[in-house]
Protein backbone atom coordinates (compact mmCIF):
# COMPACT_ATOMS: atom_id res chain seq x y z
CA UNK A 1 0.00 0.00 0.00
CA UNK A 2 0.77 3.35 -0.64
CA UNK A 3 0.52 6.46 1.66
CA UNK A 4 0.51 10.61 0.71
CA UNK A 5 1.16 12.71 2.97
CA UNK A 6 0.71 16.57 2.06
CA UNK A 7 1.44 19.13 3.94
CA UNK A 8 1.44 22.78 3.91
CA UNK A 9 -2.03 24.66 3.76
CA UNK A 10 -2.54 27.94 5.48
CA UNK A 11 -4.57 30.74 5.25
CA UNK A 12 -3.24 33.78 3.90
CA UNK A 13 -4.24 37.13 2.19
CA UNK A 14 -4.50 37.52 -1.32
CA UNK A 15 -0.90 38.23 -3.25
CA UNK A 16 0.80 35.87 -0.80
CA UNK A 17 3.05 32.97 -1.20
CA UNK A 18 2.92 29.16 -0.22
CA UNK A 19 4.55 26.20 -0.53
CA UNK A 20 2.84 22.58 -0.48
CA UNK A 21 4.45 19.33 -0.18
CA UNK A 22 3.09 15.72 -0.69
CA UNK A 23 5.44 12.76 0.44
CA UNK A 24 4.68 9.34 -0.77
CA UNK A 25 5.70 6.29 1.37
CA UNK A 26 4.84 2.59 1.78
CA UNK A 27 5.63 -0.09 -1.11
CA UNK A 28 7.43 2.04 -4.00
CA UNK A 29 8.57 0.52 -7.12
CA UNK A 30 8.23 3.58 -9.06
CA UNK A 31 6.50 6.31 -9.30
CA UNK A 32 5.22 8.04 -12.68
CA UNK A 33 3.12 11.46 -12.55
CA UNK A 34 2.77 13.46 -9.39
CA UNK A 35 -0.34 16.04 -9.83
CA UNK A 36 -2.35 18.19 -7.93
CA UNK A 37 -5.83 18.99 -7.58
CA UNK A 38 -8.28 20.78 -5.83
CA UNK A 39 -11.61 21.34 -5.04
CA UNK A 40 -13.99 24.56 -3.93
CA UNK A 41 -16.86 23.92 -2.28
CA UNK A 42 -19.91 23.21 -4.79
CA UNK A 43 -17.07 22.40 -7.39
CA UNK A 44 -15.66 19.25 -9.31
CA UNK A 45 -12.03 18.43 -8.47
CA UNK A 46 -9.96 20.10 -11.31
CA UNK A 47 -6.59 19.84 -11.71
CA UNK A 48 -3.92 22.10 -11.01
CA UNK A 49 -0.32 20.99 -12.25
CA UNK A 50 1.33 17.66 -13.13
CA UNK A 51 4.72 16.56 -13.66
CA UNK A 52 6.03 13.63 -15.22
CA UNK A 53 8.90 11.27 -14.04
CA UNK A 54 11.26 13.13 -15.93
CA UNK A 55 10.26 16.45 -15.24
CA UNK A 56 7.33 17.58 -18.04
CA UNK A 57 4.40 19.80 -16.42
CA UNK A 58 1.43 20.96 -17.29
CA UNK A 59 -0.48 23.16 -15.67
CA UNK A 60 -4.37 24.78 -15.46
CA UNK A 61 -4.50 28.20 -17.39
CA UNK A 62 -5.87 29.39 -14.27
CA UNK A 63 -2.28 29.15 -12.30
CA UNK A 64 -0.42 29.49 -15.73
CA UNK A 65 2.66 31.83 -14.39
CA UNK A 66 2.09 31.59 -10.51
CA UNK A 67 2.20 28.78 -9.22
CA UNK A 68 5.17 26.08 -10.02
CA UNK A 69 5.02 22.24 -9.32
CA UNK A 70 8.61 20.18 -8.63
CA UNK A 71 9.65 17.11 -7.80
CA UNK A 72 12.62 14.91 -5.77
CA UNK A 73 12.52 11.38 -6.54
CA UNK A 74 14.50 10.84 -4.08
CA UNK A 75 12.67 12.04 -1.54
CA UNK A 76 9.16 10.41 -3.69
CA UNK A 77 7.89 14.34 -2.93
CA UNK A 78 6.06 16.57 -5.06
CA UNK A 79 5.84 19.97 -4.53
CA UNK A 80 3.50 23.00 -5.15
CA UNK A 81 4.76 26.69 -4.94
CA UNK A 82 1.91 28.84 -5.24
CA UNK A 83 2.84 32.81 -5.70
CA UNK A 84 0.30 35.46 -6.26
CA UNK A 85 -2.05 33.91 -4.49
CA UNK A 86 -5.85 35.37 -5.28
CA UNK A 87 -9.02 34.70 -3.34
CA UNK A 88 -10.63 32.28 -6.21
CA UNK A 89 -7.71 29.64 -6.01
CA UNK A 90 -9.23 28.94 -2.24
CA UNK A 91 -9.74 24.91 -2.18
CA UNK A 92 -8.79 21.74 -0.73
CA UNK A 93 -5.42 20.98 -2.49
CA UNK A 94 -5.21 17.42 -3.01
CA UNK A 95 -1.47 15.40 -4.10
CA UNK A 96 -2.37 13.01 -6.66
CA UNK A 97 0.30 9.53 -7.88
CA UNK A 98 0.38 7.02 -10.60
CA UNK A 99 2.65 4.46 -8.55
CA UNK A 100 4.19 1.20 -9.23
CA UNK A 101 4.30 -0.96 -6.23
CA UNK A 102 6.88 -3.71 -7.54
CA UNK A 103 8.16 -4.74 -10.96
CA UNK A 104 5.14 -7.44 -11.52
CA UNK A 105 2.09 -5.29 -10.29
CA UNK A 106 0.24 -2.23 -12.33
CA UNK A 107 0.50 0.67 -11.58
CA UNK A 108 -2.40 2.27 -9.09
CA UNK A 109 -3.59 5.84 -8.84
CA UNK A 110 -3.33 7.36 -5.34
CA UNK A 111 -4.90 10.44 -3.24
CA UNK A 112 -3.80 12.16 -0.63
CA UNK A 113 -6.21 13.33 2.20
CA UNK A 114 -5.78 16.90 1.33
CA UNK A 115 -4.65 19.76 2.41
CA UNK A 116 -6.63 23.35 3.20
CA UNK A 117 -5.53 26.77 1.34
CA UNK A 118 -7.78 29.88 2.58
CA UNK A 119 -7.03 33.18 0.60
CA UNK A 120 -8.78 36.10 2.27
CA UNK A 121 -9.02 39.39 -0.41
Known amino acids: QVQLAESGGDLLQAGGSLRLSCAAS????????MAWYRQAPGNQRELVAQITSGGLTNYADSVKGRFTISRDNAKNTVYLQMNSLKPEDTAVYYC???????????????WGQGTQVTVSS
Open 96 to 110: NALVKESFSTAASNY
Open 26 to 33: GRIFNIYH
